[in-house]
């Protein structure tokens, strides 16, 4: 068994905001996948190569590698340094999205992913997290909302939405979004059969947050007895 907690869903359901928190409980490590997807899209970007297909020799050159940041927090380098707020906009995440329907893409960043399992357990947060990646993953859970509150919390995120833009349209991107990463054939966004499903419609974040903490932890309280 993969000592992870593998946090999947759809965009802007909560679930870096929940991960984290659970890390920082359990005083373990936070992977965030998407920056993954991100980061390649933001590099072809930058050398003008067309999202449809990124060359496998192109993905040879990316270097990603996750380092502690001035809070001593892990966070994706590429290229030798941090992307920040630069992979948190709009575009990047239309971009991510494209390119991470391609087979070669996903075959890189499994992996750049599996390597992050080791002796001490981490949370990891992605789409296929407990689906593709870590199948065996000691904890699985898939976070989601509805479509409409999806939209609302990514509308209060500062930097991630164009300026100025309206509910309807950040409704429209996310569902594009929900389309692709739903839709496509390999490594569809969908929740493991093994996964607890939890809808944060309704929720606070620290709702979920001890709803997640509340299963792991009583995990491992029965193991010890
Ligand atoms: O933060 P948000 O949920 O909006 O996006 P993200 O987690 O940063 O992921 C950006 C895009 O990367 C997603 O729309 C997916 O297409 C892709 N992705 C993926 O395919 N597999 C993952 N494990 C993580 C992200």
């Given at each position: 068994?993969s000592?992870?907690?593998?946090?999947?869903?759809p965009?802007?359901s909560g679930?870096s905001t929940?991960?984290k928190?659970?890390a920082?409980?359990l005083?373990?490590?936070?992977?965030?996948t998407?920056?993954l997807?991100r980061?390649?899209?933001?590099?072809?970007q930058?050398?003008?190569?067309?999202l449809?297909?990124?060359?496998?020799?192109f993905?040879?050159t990316?270097?990603l590698?996750?380092?502690p940041?001035?809070?001593?927090?892990y966070?994706?380098e590429l290229?030798?340094?941090?992307p920040?707020a630069?992979?948190r906009?709009?575009?990047?995440a239309a971009?991510?999205?494209r390119?991470?329907?391609?087979?070669?893409?996903?075959e890189?960043?499994?992996?750049?992913?599996r390597?992050f399992?080791?002796?001490?357990l981490?949370v990891m947060e992605g789409?296929d997290?407990?689906?593709?990646?870590?199948?065996?993953a000691?904890y699985?859970?898939?976070v989601?909302?509805?479509p409409?509150?999806?939209a609302?919390?990514r509308?209060?995120q500062?930097?991630e939405v164009?300026?100025g833009?309206?509910l309807a349209?950040?409704?429209?991107?996310?569902?594009e979004?929900?389309r692709?990463?739903s839709c496509?054939?390999?490594?569809?966004?969908?929740?493991?059969p093994?996964?607890e499903i939890i809808?944060?419609?309704?929720m606070?974040?620290p709702?979920?947050?001890a709803?997640?903490?509340?299963?792991v932890g009583a995990?491992s309280?029965q193991r010890?007895?």
């Amino acid at each position: 068994m993969s000592k992870v907690i593998a946090i999947d869903g759809p965009a802007a359901s909560g679930k870096s905001t929940v991960a984290k928190a659970v890390a920082e409980a359990l005083h373990i490590a936070y992977v965030n996948t998407g920056s993954l997807y991100r980061a390649v899209a933001l590099a072809a970007q930058r050398a003008g190569i067309p999202l449809e297909t990124i060359p496998e020799g192109f993905l040879k050159t990316l270097r990603l590698t996750y380092r502690p940041d001035d809070s001593g927090k892990y966070e994706l380098e590429l290229d030798g340094a941090f992307p920040g707020a630069e992979l948190r906009t709009a575009e990047v995440a239309a971009g991510a999205s494209r390119v991470a329907a391609q087979p070669a893409v996903r075959e890189f960043l499994l992996g750049v992913q599996r390597g992050f399992a080791g002796e001490r357990l981490i949370v990891m947060e992605g789409r296929d997290i407990g689906t593709v990646i870590f199948p065996d993953a000691e904890y699985k859970f898939f976070v989601t909302a509805t479509p409409e509150e999806r939209a609302r919390r990514r509308l209060a995120q500062a930097g991630e939405v164009p300026d100025g833009a309206t509910l309807a349209e950040v409704a429209r991107s996310i569902a594009e979004r929900d389309r692709q990463d739903s839709c496509r054939p390999i490594a569809p966004l969908k929740p493991a059969p093994d996964a607890e499903i939890i809808d944060t419609t309704g929720m606070t974040i620290p709702e979920v947050v001890a709803a997640i903490l509340r299963r792991v932890g009583a995990d491992s309280t029965q193991r010890r007895s």
